[in-house]
């Protein structure tokens, strides 16, 4: 009898997930967080909210941070979707993931993937931002371990790493 | 005893410590920052189910019966379970056994689980969860604590008397428990005080709020035996809850645990793990639950709203001589910790003050809400919201400095806490000098204004000092040597986020001056681990702590006996070289490898060299020649942490609303094994407190949660941050600790209402006695203040 809508109309859908088309299957209403992690098994976005508020699900679209449980799958059909695991040779990602390191800017891990993503972001887009402009950045991640202090000085670290490089070379 | 401070990344480490005493990276960096690190809804096993939850719509009523044909019929359903399935006479709870696995025969709160789905997806379970039909008799449903008290109100559980308990809690009617203490003579003590304050104090239920939600994957093997991961604070607490809660011997079960997305108290006892138990037996399929974000808010737990009756007397010269305190706390539908917060907050009432005349009692309270149980500092921040107030208030009426009148009270060094339980260590003078001096407070209170004061905006500095332990109950750990001369250390402690797998692996690797990537931790698992009571009551890296460096130094003792023989010389004449050598002492080039010790052991001679240490906290929290006690829940609880706050605040005269500008806050830990952890911890419970004290407040519409989502339930964000938040780290060196370490988790979150009400106070002139401080309630303070003034 009555399944769930989504389910009966579920298609074959073919995304551009980190570099590679993939093939889901996917309902109306079926978010791209539910496809990235029950599907694909890409489980660094998280759930945290699934209402597009904590920031833990952060991932890319065609270049811009995006919530992807505020995401319909059918909507990604043609766009370039990145998560985490496809970032592991961007520069910027290197040196924020060394600078969350060294800073101890995480405690659980659980927010993480989404603030190193929305850190990215603003880091391709402003090389040089000062404490204001990360403040503002990062403000639609939280995190209820840090305090955020370690968060601010690691992308703080990973901007002044990211500019000496880019000086030098 | 020499004690250093420093802030916490600065300080030198003596020269002679490898693995302690430095920031050393958390150990899951790699997997955290990869986003590799799986946690519980990151687990995935073949043949796996999703489940769903269905939870009661009502607050308090009769369970006649369910209607499960429509959800059974739907496509991909292949379980079921409701109350049916669970005995009456199976019940679990900290201290009163007083709760089934999830309701049985009577639903005591909405949102409370009443039955559970296991489907192909979670979208299917989800479907048939709002299919179960539940036919409910509606009963009168007790909401607020104080009329819970009246002869006339219904009974939350019926039975209350008879349940099993693990303490005196002197459970009758609608009161969960009860505990009094009294030390010197409270009742004559107020005619010898020139100035007594008195005051009402209100404090609202606080949500954890990790960022990860609840969730749990059971999964029965061929033999019947069931696997149980979840999100928790302690494989043996889960394991005893669902045992207990679904009557299975503990050798049915085992528990383990994958990463952990933060607890504060939230995955200590059980939520879901019952349920998710049973469905995997009924199914006989894996079946893995992860709660929504409104599910967590609305089924598991949250901080207890406190009522507080407190009075504070003290003579001319500021000298404290009596504290009445009486608490009334809201515990929700079941017991859970409850009883342990109350007496934890009794015993907590004074803060870090010599004060000798004390009656400090108190009662919970069933009611048709959710539970109310741990969370971290587990009633003190309440209990501290009061008494730093009245502090203030007595120095204002003196005319004394707030700070002079508290360093005339505090504890000194060699001063027992209340109840006479000896402190060994005490770093809390220090702890008020550096927050004093760090913050500018003096030096602009003398100025008589604020910098930057700009116009309809006014400022003010707080100030609060608090204590908490770290202890209570049981802990091992195992220490083996592996044949490599490695170590492979377990404690089946789990480290939540905060770092103790490092910390542990630390003391370890100092103990055996082995580099710590030499040592590896196993993970939490009752199957293999020693008992361990939990992460929780700031006790990991203390009590924990304990048993892995005593553990590791019999490993050191078996060492030393094989090198003696393989060097031919005393015991006493070797020691132990950094990098895994046990040599002549003075005679360095004189040495074996632990890989050769450890291959002999295996080999040839004495079999694996094996450490292992139990205990559990054994120091008696009341002396009972100098205190009477009613109800203790805790006979031995722990030694003391210090800690000392300024907080420095700007309200908006126009609308009320309190920003945080700074605030400094320092914390005596005994010794921080890794510094930059220890600040992090200082740093997060500063943020979490901040948000206790300004905005957020789980809110009932009658017995309903009106906002268990993060658009209407407010944490602070990276923008609500102040300008200025500094933690420094106080060593006092705490004898009983492994290297002077004491714990630090709770600590920080103690003294931020506290200190923040007083900012309000400073610069206003306004006392709030009811948390949260919101725009709304500053600003009725601000008009009812001018309105008095105008008469």
């Known amino acids: 009898m009555n399944l769930p809508s989504s389910t009966a109309e579920a298609t074959i859908l073919t995304l551009r997930i980190n570099g590679e088309q993939v093939q889901v299957r996917a309902g109306l209403r079926d978010t791209l967080l539910t496809v990235l992690r029950d599907q694909l098994q890409l489980t660094a976005a998280k759930r945290g909210c699934n209402q597009g508020v904590c920031g833990a699900c952060t991932i890319e679209i065609d270049g811009r941070p995006a919530r992807a449980c505020l995401t319909l799958a059918r909507a990604c059909e043609g766009a370039d979707v990145r998560t985490l695991e496809g970032m592991s040779d961007s520069p910027a990602m290197k040196a924020l993931q060394d600078a969350f390191a060294s800073h101890q800017a995480f405690q659980c891990g659980f927010c993480t993937p989404g603030m190193l993503v929305s850190a990215r972001s603003l880091l391709e887009g402003n090389p040089a931002p000062d404490e204001a402009a990360i403040r503002v950045a990062m403000s639609g991640n939280l995190c209820r371990c840090t305090g955020y202090v370690s968060i601010i000085a690691a992308v703080d670290a990973a901007a002044s790493t990211l500019g000496d490089h880019g000086a030098s070379s | ?791």
């Not at chain 2, 060994?424 to 000098?433: I, T």
């Not at chain 2, 220890?678 to 997060?684: H, T």
Request: aromatic content about 6%; hydrophobic content about 40%.
């Open chain 2, 1 to 791: 005893m020499s004690t250093a401070t420093r802030d916490g990344l600065d300080r030198p480490v003596p020269g002679d410590r490898q693995a302690v005493g430095r920031p050393i990276q958390q150990i899951e960096a790699a997997e955290k920052l990869s986003g590799s690190a799986q946690y519980i809804a990151d687990l995935y096993r073949p043949g796996m189910l999703y489940g769903a939850i269905v939870q009661s719509t009502h607050a308090h009523a009769r369970i006649r019966g369910y209607d499960l044909s429509d959800a059974l019929a739907l496509a991909g359903v292949r379980a079921i379970v409701t109350g049916d399935d669970l005995d009456e006479h199976h019940r679990m709870g900290a201290f009163i056994k007083d709760e089934p696995g999830f309701a049985k025969g009577k639903v005591r709160y909405v949102g409370e689980i009443v039955a559970g789905v296991a489907a192909d997806t979670e979208e299917i379970a989800r479907a048939a969860a709002r299919l179960v039909k539940v036919d409910y008799e509606v009963l009168s449903p007790v909401l607020d604590p104080a009329d819970a008290l009246g002869s006339d109100a219904a009974r939350v559980h019926e039975r209350a008397e008879s349940y099993e308990k693990v303490f005196d809690s002197g459970t009758a009617g609608n009161v969960c428990s009860r505990t009094a203490f009294r030390q010197g003579e409270p009742d004559g003590a107020w005619a010898d005080c020139d100035i007594v304050v008195e005051g009402e104090y209100q404090t609202q239920a606080q949500a954890h709020l990790s960022i990860e939600p609840c969730g749990a994957l059971a999964e029965v093997d061929a033999a019947g035996r069931v696997t149980l991961w979840s999100a928790n604070q302690s494989v043996f607490r889960v394991q005893a809850s669902v045992c207990e809660s679904l009557g299975l011997p503990m050798t049915k079960l085992r528990c383990v645990t994958p990463r952990i997305g933060a607890g504060f108290g939230n995955k200590m006892e059980a939520h879901v793990q019952p349920l998710v138990v049973l469905l995997a037996l009924k199914a006989r399929r894996p079946v893995k639950l992860i709660l929504s974000r409104e599910e967590d808010f609305e089924t598991v737990r949250a901080r207890h709203p406190f009522r507080i009756r407190m009075k504070t007397g003290a003579r001319k010269d500021g000298t404290l001589v009596a504290r009445e305190t009486e608490l009334l706390l809201d515990g929700g539908a079941y017991g859970d910790d409850s009883p342990g917060v109350l007496g934890y907050a009794l015993l907590m009432n004074c803060g870090p003050y010599r004060i000798p005349n004390v009656h400090a009692h108190g009662q919970v309270v069933y009611t048709n809400k959710m539970r109310f149980g741990a969370m971290r500092g587990f009633g003190v921040p309440q209990v501290t919201f009061a008494s730093e107030q009245q502090l203030d208030e007595i120095a204002r009426r003196l005319d004394m400095d707030p700070l002079a009148l508290r360093r005339r009270n505090m504890l000194s060094p060699g001063d027992p806490w209340f109840g006479y339980q000896e402190v060994r260590s005490n770093g809390l003078a220090q702890c008020v000098d550096i927050v004093e001096r760090e913050s500018g407070m003096a030096a602009r209170r003398t100025r008589g204004c604020h910098d930057d004061e700009r116009p309809g905006r006014r400022r003010g500095f707080g100030v609060a000092l608090t204590a908490h332990i770290s202890g209570l109950l049981s802990s091992g750990a195992i220490v083996r040597m592996l044949e490599d001369g490695s170590v492979l250390l377990n404690t089946g402690a789990v480290d939540i986020g905060q770092g103790s797998n490092t910390v542990l692996t630390q003391i370890c690797a100092e103990s055996l001056k082995l580099p710590v990537e030499r040592v590896a931790i196993a993970s939490p698992d009752t199957d293999g681990s020693p008992y361990n009571w939990g992460t929780t009551a700031s006790r990991v890296t203390y009590v924990t702590g304990r048993s892995v460096a005593k553990a590791a130094a019999e490993v050191e003792r078996k060492l030393k006996e094989h090198a003696s023989e393989m060097l031919e010389c005393g015991i006493d004449d070797l020691e132990l070289l950094p990098g895994g050598k046990v040599a002549i002492k003075g005679v360095g080039q004189r040495s074996v490898s632990f890989a050769a010790i450890s291959g002999r052991a295996h080999w040839a001679a004495g079999g694996p060299i094996i450490g292992t240490d139990s205990w559990v906290f054994d120091q008696k929290t009341f002396d009972p020649k100098r205190c009477t006690t009613l109800g203790l829940p805790f006979p031995q609880i722990g030694i003391f942490s210090f800690g000392a706050l300024v907080t420095e605040v700007e309200i908006d005269d126009a609308t009320g609303r309190v920003r945080v500008l700074g605030a400094w806050s320092a914390c005596d830990l005994g010794y921080a094994i890794n510094p930059a952890m220890a600040r992090g911890q200082v740093e997060g419970a500063f943020v979490q407190g901040m948000g206790y004290a300004l905005t957020e407040e789980l809110v009932w519409d009658g017995g309903r949660l009106a906002n268990p989502t993060l658009m209407d339930y407010k944490i602070p964000t990276v923008a609500e941050l102040p300008a200025t938040l500094r933690a420094y780290l106080v060593e006092s060196e705490e004898p009983s600790g492994p290297f002077g370490a004491k714990s630090v988790g709770e600590l920080g979150i103690n003294g931020v209402a506290a200190a923040i009400a007083n900012a309000i106070a400073d610069a206003t002139g306004v006392r709030l006695h009811r948390l949260p401080m919101t725009p709304e309630r500053v600003l009725d303070g601000l008009l009812a203040d001018s309105a008095g003034a105008g008469h």
